[in-house]
């Protein structure tokens, strides 16, 4: 086979990470980076730590309203798909450049792979889930990381080439996992001690646009008895400036993590505090108790089990969250287990070959 795969955010590429490495042992694979995220903190460092391989077209659209940036996106993908004629186009979750990609495959006739399809807020003013919507309707193969994704797309009537694999995500995380357990010198170098601090990352738009929310989030979090190490996105560094918003003493925040980081700081946090989709379901995988800052969640198994707390933009309800503990012993195997890469590579030899 030959694949197109679009990437352009910092989680599409942990995501492609595992699913491009069994993809290459067999077929060819064109990596588009759409340059949605562009800080060598927001983007190159995926690349290098996680070993992906560089992409062979970079579009460079940055930052723009969401029409304009989807537009440029969508104009520039065709331009490639035109001349590499793939057997399909691969897209990963749920923000602009997953959507420019599909729907440029889509009009000109190219099959469609979606990993992580079915996933749902059922918030229509969800940038993300637009973007899911649209992109599960025109995919040909959507890969499911849970049966409650493949229900989802079910009450939608979409049924055919629906596939369950479980969540790549689990791969990338199991791999990074096993590398810095052996690097206790990287959890030092954060400046936190293990299990006394809490790891927070901010950076949905209904979040940070939105200043008396965003103000209440920092409130908890200044209210918090323990320090609280904060990685942070552009997009909110950006707001906090602009508003002159000073951050309580007990909160320190740094550039973005990359994904080596990222997994040590969350791995011995004693609690994480987010509106990020996947450190919900990482915080599940590892054991560490999540409060989301959101009403709802996508990832609602995590909810389920009592891992993850929806707190919104509550300041009771966050210090509530960030007070209690996990829950003990209860499973975490909600999104299958490792392996869910090569499922999808799996799936595809089934469909295109
Ligand atoms: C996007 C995705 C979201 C995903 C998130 C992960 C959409 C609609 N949203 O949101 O699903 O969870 O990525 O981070 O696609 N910026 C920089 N440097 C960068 C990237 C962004 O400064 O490298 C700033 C810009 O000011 C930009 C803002 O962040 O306007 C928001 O960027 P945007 O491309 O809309 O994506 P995210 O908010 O990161």
Redesign the pocket.
Known sequence: MKIVTILG???QFIKAAPVSRALRRTHVEILVHTG????AM??DVFFSELGIPAPDITLNVG?AP?GA?TGRMLEGIETVLLREQPDAVLVY?????TLAGALAAAKLCIPIVHVEAGLRSFVRDM??EI?RVLTDRLSTLCCCPSETAREHLAAEGITGGVTVVGDVMLDALTDTAARVANDPARLTALGVEPSRYLLATV?R?ANTDDVVRLRAIIGALGAAAEPVLWPM???TQ?ILAREGIALPANIRSVEPFGYLDLVTALQHARAAVTD??GLQKEAYWLGVPCVTLRDETEWTETVASGWNVLADADADRILAGVRGAGPSGAARDAYGIVGAAERVVAAMEQRFE
């Open positions: 955010a910092r989680p949605q995220h562009y800080d927001m983007s930052s969401h940036q979750g749920d923000t602009n450049s940038p993300e973007n950076h738009a996105h552009p997009r950006h990020s989709g």
